[in-house]
């Protein structure tokens, strides 16, 4: 196996690699820029290791030495400085003088006690459960079909559901990923016109409580399987709207609890194909009343597929190995609502830090 340079940005001897100038130049970038991509599992899976291990947390923001750091960690010593070594390449932690490091302000985003802590999130997405299906993605372009449902004999939800464990995790890291759009969501849309918000596929409640905090005026249904929302009671609880908030579980392929006049879904109708997202969006619209609407937090994938944005487009795998979902365009959404009743009324990106769209989908006419 030839040595890589610089965190995988090319090979050392590889004939070209040295060379800028004119066409072998060109060339050479171009290597260095597919072995960067090549190498990105493994940096990945440090990450997930440094998580695992809470590495970033044993150093919190002071300066450590390795001895101390692997004796916390219960680690050997060796073998952790080639694990600081590389999250120093990848600017995780910094070096600051042999054998002693520190963590970056990027790092610290893998501590379990920051605020925008992503720990749990790199803990999971580089666990087996997400990765053993990317290695069959080929297959899955081939078919179509999720690949999950061959590696590990079941579809993902119900791999979860045999696994207290692992579906703690997952709930864990979906509220991770939840809290940017939590922060921003409960003042870019008007929620004042309407008293129950419904929230499907729900998971702990970290959405919805930021709503019902932000809108005292307002009720809320958290609605979820029974593992989805085991989290759910104590999160209304910490956020203080658990008098104006029911957690009702259910089979949302079934039905949805009636009675109010906004459902919410966020980072739902992704995980489902369109003919299991439209019948998810019909129960909706059985329980919907005239005047109430369906709000999609989804992203919303351009027309023409746009040069250096591949996060959502890598999202869109993750969802065909392991779930047989999909990311989708407005029209992809128009089409999804018109079959299932509705029709789009609005689209709207969400303030940053959140990256996902607004879509609010009201009654068709007749």
């Given at each position: 196996?030839a040595?890589v340079?610089d965190g995988a940005a090319?090979?050392?001897?590889a004939p ?6 004119g ?7 171009a290597?260095?820029t ?5 190498f990105?599992t493994m940096?990945a899976q440090t ?11 044993a150093?919190?923001g002071?300066?450590r030495?390795v ?10 010593p060796r ?8 999250m120093?390449?990848l ?7 042999a054998?002693?490091f520190r ?7 893998l501590s379990?006690?920051?605020?925008g802590?992503?720990?749990t999130?790199?803990?999971v997405?580089?666990?087996p459960l ?10 899955s372009v081939r078919?179509?079909e999720?690949?999950?449902?061959q590696?590990f004999?079941k ?7 045999e696994r ?7 709930n ?8 940017t759009?939590a922060?921003v969501?409960?003042?870019?849309y008007?929620?004042?016109r309407?008293?129950t ?11 919805l409580a ?5 809108h ?6 958290v ?15 910490r956020a203080g709207v658990?008098?104006?908030?029911s ?11 009636a ?5 919410l ?7 489902w194909?369109?003919d299991r ?7 909706c619209r ?8 369906v709000?999609?937090?989804?992203p ?10 591949a996060?959502w ?6 969802m ?5 979902g ?8 128009e089409?999804l609502l ?9 689209l709207?990106?969400?303030p940053?830090?959140?990256a996902?769209s607004?879509i609010e989908?009201?009654?068709a006419?007749?």
């Open positions: 196996m040595d340079e090319g090979t050392a001897d070209g690699v040295g060379d800028a100038s066409a072998d130049g060109a060339d050479a970038e290597r260095r597919v072995m960067r991509l090549v990105g940096a990450l997930g290791a440094a998580a695992r291990l809470g590495v970033v947390d150093l919190g002071e300066e030495g001895e101390a750091l692997a004796a916390e960690c219960a680690v050997q073998a952790l400085v080639r694990l600081l070594r590389a120093a390449g600017e995780l932690v910094e070096e600051v003088r054998g002693v963590a970056t302000p990027t790092g610290r985003v379990a006690d920051h605020p802590s992503f720990k999130i790199a803990t997405f580089t666990d997400m990765v053993r299906s990317w290695e069959r993605l080929a297959d078919t179509g999720p690949a999950f449902d590696v004999g579809g993902f939800f119900e791999h979860l559901e207290p464990e692992l579906s703690a995790a997952f864990a890291s979906m509220s991770e990923g939840t809290r759009t922060a969501l409960p003042g870019a008007d929620f004042a309407f008293h918000v419904v929230d499907v596929g729900g998971g702990d409640g970290t959405l930021a709503v019902l905090r932000a005292p005026a307002l009720r809320g249904v609605h979820d399987t029974p593992r989805g929302l085991a989290q759910a009671p104590a999160t209304m609880e658990a008098s104006r908030c957690v009702v579980t259910g089979d949302f392929f079934a039905s949805v609890p009675g109010g006049d906004l459902y879904l966020k980072s739902v109708l992704h995980d194909d369109d997202a439209a019948t998810l969006l019909g129960n059985q329980v919907l009343p005239p005047d109430g609407r709000l999609l937090v989804e919303v994938l351009p027309p023409l597929a746009r040069p250096g944005e996060g487009y890598l999202s869109d795998l993750n065909l190995v392991n779930l047989g999909l990311e989708r365009t407005r029209a992809d959404f089409a018109a079959r299932a009743g509705f029709r789009l009324s609005s709207a990106q969400l940053a830090p959140s996902f607004l989908a009201a009654p006419a007749g």
